[in-house]
């Protein structure tokens, strides 16, 4: 079994930063790449960043959405098998439930198998 424990979200100001941490435990030996997706009321659900990890040919590449890239930076401590999502500038069409993912570099994308439940990220005006 695999499991995905999200932490950090919460309600901050716009312009304001958050951190996400994602930690993943079990049977993750076959996979190598991690990610964030993110979900708001009565919107698609969006990539906003991966991460390859320990067992990629091309271990700590990054992937972002247009809509973070300059503002989210993705990183990941391999050895904790931890993702993390440091969030600044936040604005309120940040504000979603925020998913953390398990999978296989694909080269280029990320092949995801699993999810963690979500945090939710709430951005005030």
């Known amino acids: 079994q695999v499991q995905l424990v999200e932490s950090g979200g919460g309600l901050v100001q716009a312009g304001g930063s958050l951190r996400l941490s994602c930690a993943a435990s079990?049977?993750?030996?076959?996979?190598?790449?991690m990610g964030w997706y993110r979900q708001a009321p009565g919107k698609q659900r969006e990539l906003v960043a991966t991460?390859?990890?320990?067992?990629?040919?091309?271990?700590?590449?990054?992937n972002y959405a247009d809509s973070v890239k300059g503002r989210f930076t993705i990183s990941r401590d391999n050895a904790k098998n931890t993702v993390f999502l440091q969030m600044s500038s936040l604005k309120p069409e940040d504000t979603a439930v925020y998913y953390c993912?398990?999978?296989?570099?694909?080269?280029?994308?990320?092949?995801?198998?699993?999810w963690g439940r979500g945090t939710q990220v709430t951005v005030s005006s």
């Open positions: 079990g049977s993750i030996f076959t996979f190598n790449a």
């Open positions: 993912g398990l999978g296989r570099d694909l080269g280029g994308r990320v092949g995801f198998a699993y």
């Open positions: 991460i390859t990890m320990i067992g990629s040919t091309n271990d700590g590449s990054t």
